[in-house]
């Protein structure tokens, strides 16, 4: 297995012009399904996940099914990870025990149904890729291109820290996810990051579509656009109480409304939460 | 004779200066706190307020470095005249946090911190330290009608939209258990924190607090200890600095020792740390961070 914590494995995936990122797909299987016909139907000329597929939602070989089948190119977020090294925790990186309690929730169940196979393929996913898109290069990351759980939130990643994250990783984009909530900040022309948001839950918004996130080059150099995908959030709903999944994670899902794991929000984010 | 063996100590690597702390009311304080790890009173001079012109120009070689994010503390922070201009000059550039006693914040204070914070695309969080669930256990610690003075101040920051985030230490007895954080936040609720917001610290048994309840002792020491890579990396000194009056230390904590102040810029103090210091030791072994 290789020891991916020592220095993640780097892999180039080539030139793009339009490419669809996918961030945290949490087992939303259904939400996968619909954001890979609509980014399809957007002639996208790539499609990359940033890791955490699990977590959260139910039956989670679905999802693997459903991304392994469709060969999309892919990363380790700190769910792969745990999963496949048989980790005990998620390593979400949250602080407050409140968050780490639903955490665990998720955690045990998502270990506990993900098959054997799944999580060995988990194991042979690389922790970065870089690509250009226009020319520009990109690099893909699960939390930050530092730390595979770092919270990169819109309210707490100032345009210094951006400069100095695109200097030191070589890049003039970084891709990221991990925190659930979709966000983009541009330095410059065509340099700055991106947080492609998640699939997996919705977006803290009281709506109950969830998203992805769509990068092009254009003229004036690159342009992010933020896409909302609606599903049958009814059906996961159900399938997440028939297996057992806790009740305020099906809120959630029906209202939009962040219920568990929020306490990690900072000021700004928090301030525009229900709760 | 056996030689004395060499006292050795692991060292903080600077990994990356992405927090930068400022101790923007020196040691000047209003209350007289008995755990203040840095003495703070309203006589304490020792290390001075910082004026509006000297904070600008620590943010401007903290923006060429990508500092992430900005503390100010003290003393209390609300003493300094320009509070509000300093933590605007900071909103400019990253997300700010003032950590406070939360006593001279009256309701225009809290509508200003209000405008500032909505004025920024970046987090505006105000700290506010309480020592108890009553006036019995908060004042002890913190002086007599301080706890009513608190609540005030907690209330102004709510009534003008602000969620700030309570700090209580060990100080209040059962506090870093489970229940008593479930007290704590039940608390919070009950005085209108409607989404509380709860840090727990640990004591430093440094300053007031060593006469408080008492010193660290002799084998409370990171001498001989070899910190694995994570393990350094893991310690607030390997991402933060803290400016003074007096120049740059390595730390929050550290500012009453002369050899852990690293230069005058933050440039210079971009280096390892050995951990020789006994609030090293609760750094590691609590694993304490002064970050929210």
Known sequence: MPDLKVGPVTVDHGSFRRVAFLGGIYSN??????????????????????????????????????????????????????????????????????????????????????????????????????????????????????????????????????????????????????????????????????????????????????????????????????????????????????????????????????????????????????? | MTPTPERRFPESPLVALDTLWFQVAGTLCNLKCTHCFISCSPTNDSHEMMDLPTVRRFLA??????????????GEPFMNRQILEILEAALALGPTSVLTNGVLIRPEVANALRRLADASPYSLDIRISIDGWNAAGNDGVRGDGTFERILEGIRNLTDAGLNPVITVTEACA?????????????????????????????????????????????????????????????????????????????CPILIDSPDARMGERLSETLRPFGLRHRACYTCHVEGLTCRT
Not at chain 1, 209 to 234: I, K, M, Q, S
Not at chain 1, 245 to 263: A, K, M, Q, R, S
């Open chain 2, 174 to 250: 059962g506090a870093a258990t489970a229940e008593g954080r479930t007290r704590f936040l039940s608390f919070l609720r009950s005085i209108g924190l409607a989404r509380p917001r709860l840090k727990v610290m640990p004591l430093l048994r440094l300053g007031a607090e060593e006469r408080r309840s008492r010193a660290y002792e002799a084998c409370e020491s990171l001498v001989g200890r070899e910190l694995t890579p994570d393990e350094a990396e893991a310690l607030q000194c390997s991402s933060c600095r803290m400016v003074t009056s007096k120049g740059v230390y390595v």
């Open chain 1, 29 to 275: 299987y259904l939400a996968l399904g619909e954001a890979l016909k609509i980014a399809r139907g957007r002639g996208v000329d790539g499609i990359f996940a940033l890791g955490d597929f699990g977590a959260f939602g139910p039956h989670p070989d679905r999802t693997l099914e459903i991304l392994r089948e469709a060969a999309v190119p892919a990363i380790q977020g700190n769910y792969e990870e745990s999963l496949y090294s048989d980790a005990g925790d998620c390593h979400c990186g949250y602080t407050d025990p409140r968050d780490n309690h639903y955490a665990q929730i998720s955690y045990d169940y998502t270990r506990d149904k993900t098959s054997p196979g799944h999580k060995a393929w988990m194991g042979t996913l690389p922790g970065h890729i870089r690509l250009t898109i226009g020319g520009r290069k990109a690099l893909l990351c699960h939390g930050s291109p530092r730390k595979i759980n770092e919270f990169l939130w819109s309210s707490t990643t100032p345009e210094p820290f951006i400069r100095r994250l695109l200097r030191d990783h070589d890049a003039d984009l970084v891709v990221c996810t991990h925190t659930g909530i979709h966000w983009s900040r541009f330095v410059e022309r065509g340099r700055g990051i991106v947080n492609c948001g998640a699939l997996g839950r919705p977006a803290n918004d009281g709506r109950t579509h969830v998203w992805f996130t769509v990068v092009e080059a254009r003229d004036e150099g690159l342009a992010a656009e933020f896409v909302p995908v609606a599903y049958d959030h009814d059906r996961l709903g159900r399938e997440m109480l028939d297996e057992g999944l806790p009740p305020e994670f099906v809120e959630t899902i029906h209202t939009g409304d962040w219920t568990t794991c929020l306490e990690i929000l900072p000021g700004k984010e928090r301030g525009q939460s229900r709760f």
């Open chain 2, 61 to 74: 070689e903290a923006e060429t470095l990508g500092v992430r994010e900005y503390y100010f503390t003290g």
